[in-house]
């Protein structure tokens, strides 16, 4: 008899010591998709349970946190979650841990300005510690970075690198005229006037132009890109670009009226 009692009670101390064990294994659920939190915007979790349920959390000190509880039917508490200063990009992990004696359930409801997302609902039976992962990341507001950008105009500054890149073309340019011309007059001799040579170099001053102003237009994008990404600041200084279009547009009509006279009839000719 002793002996049954002893075997009986062995059986019911192992039991509740496996559920003291599996209780003290918490459930982890960790949510895969990272939770963004713009200004104004916060995730609420609903506790509701027969219950108490008592919560331990572990947060970044970028995220704030509020705990409402209440009893109606049950347990009732809201745990609202919230990013401190959204105007920078940032990436927060929080654990929050639920346990009761009883089941409970926990629903995440994101809430902004356009109304009210549904994340997910979960199930959690009696004491049994549940283990929430939020993944928390702030997205920043374009519009507002944008207004916030300092930016500083200038129309007719030129700077030296302008007269640098039309300085070079020019004189490649020049210089294959010049060598082109010889070989011109060579080539025609007694038929070549004034107005050829003029016509041979304006066609090739319109390359050197064309290429130059291809050149401004290039490196004044990349100097606009490169001071918005590295000083968070819009630097124009439209003044080679403005002076760089008008003499080439001055120059192509002038080529177009030239090209329109026919005086690259002459020139354009096989011998």
């Given at each position: 008899?002793?002996?049954?009692?002893?075997?009986?009670?062995?059986?019911?101390?192992?039991?509740?010591?496996?559920?003291?064990?599996?209780?003290?294994?918490?459930?982890?659920?960790?949510?895969?998709?990272?939770?963004?939190?713009?200004?104004?915007?916060?995730?609420?979790?609903?506790?509701?349970?027969?219950?108490v349920v008592t919560l331990n959390y572990l947060i970044?000190?970028?995220?704030?946190?509020?705990?409402?509880?209440?009893?109606?039917?049950?347990?009732?508490?809201?745990?609202?979650?919230?990013?401190?200063?959204?105007?920078?990009?940032k990436r927060s992990m929080c654990e929050l841990l639920?346990?009761?004696?009883?089941?409970?359930?926990?629903?995440?409801?994101?809430?902004?300005?356009?109304?009210?997302?549904?994340?997910?609902?979960?199930?959690?039976?009696?004491?049994?510690?549940?283990?929430?992962?939020?993944?928390?990341?702030?997205?920043?507001?374009?519009?507002?970075?944008?207004?916030?950008?300092?930016?500083?105009?200038?129309?007719?500054?030129?700077?030296?690198?302008?007269?640098?890149?039309?300085?070079?073309?020019?004189?490649?340019?020049?210089?294959?005229?010049?060598?082109?011309?010889?070989?011109m007059k060579v080539r025609k001799t007694g038929r070549?006037?004034?107005?050829?040579?003029?016509?041979?170099?304006?066609?090739?001053?319109?390359?050197?132009?064309?290429?130059?102003?291809?050149?401004?237009?290039?490196?004044?994008?990349?100097?606009?890109?490169?001071?918005?990404?590295?000083?968070?600041?819009?630097?124009?200084?439209?003044?080679?670009?403005?002076?760089?279009?008008?003499?080439?547009?001055?120059?192509?009509?002038?080529?177009?009226?030239?090209?329109?006279?026919?005086?690259?009839?002459?020139?354009?000719?096989?011998?």
């Amino acid at each position: 008899m002793i002996s049954r009692f002893m075997f009986t009670s062995s059986l019911i101390l192992i039991f509740m010591s496996l559920t003291m064990v599996c209780a003290q294994e918490p459930m982890i659920t960790a949510i895969s998709d990272d939770v963004v939190l713009r200004s104004g915007e916060l995730l609420m979790i609903k506790v509701q349970g027969t219950y108490v349920v008592t919560l331990n959390y572990l947060i970044p000190p970028d995220v704030s946190i509020k705990v409402e509880e209440a009893f109606r039917e049950g347990f009732r508490s809201i745990v609202t979650l919230t990013i401190i200063n959204p105007t920078t990009y940032k990436r927060s992990m929080c654990e929050l841990l639920f346990s009761s004696i009883g089941s409970f359930n926990l629903t995440l409801t994101k809430y902004s300005q356009e109304g009210e997302v549904r994340l997910n609902t979960y199930h959690c039976p009696g004491n049994i510690t549940f283990k929430l992962v939020i993944p928390l990341t702030s997205e920043i507001d374009s519009q507002s970075i944008i207004s916030k950008i300092p930016v500083s105009l200038s129309l007719w500054s030129v700077e030296p690198w302008g007269i640098v890149v039309y300085a070079v073309f020019i004189l490649l340019f020049g210089l294959t005229a010049y060598l082109d011309l010889k070989d011109m007059k060579v080539r025609k001799t007694g038929r070549w006037s004034i107005n050829d040579s003029i016509a041979l170099v304006l066609r090739y001053m319109f390359y050197a132009f064309a290429l130059s102003c291809a050149a401004v237009v290039l490196i004044t994008v990349g100097v606009l890109a490169y001071s918005l990404a590295a000083t968070l600041s819009i630097d124009l200084k439209l003044g080679n670009l403005i002076i760089s279009l008008i003499m080439f547009i001055g120059l192509a009509i002038l080529y177009g009226v030239v090209h329109w006279r026919g005086w690259y009839e002459f020139i354009d000719e096989r011998d």
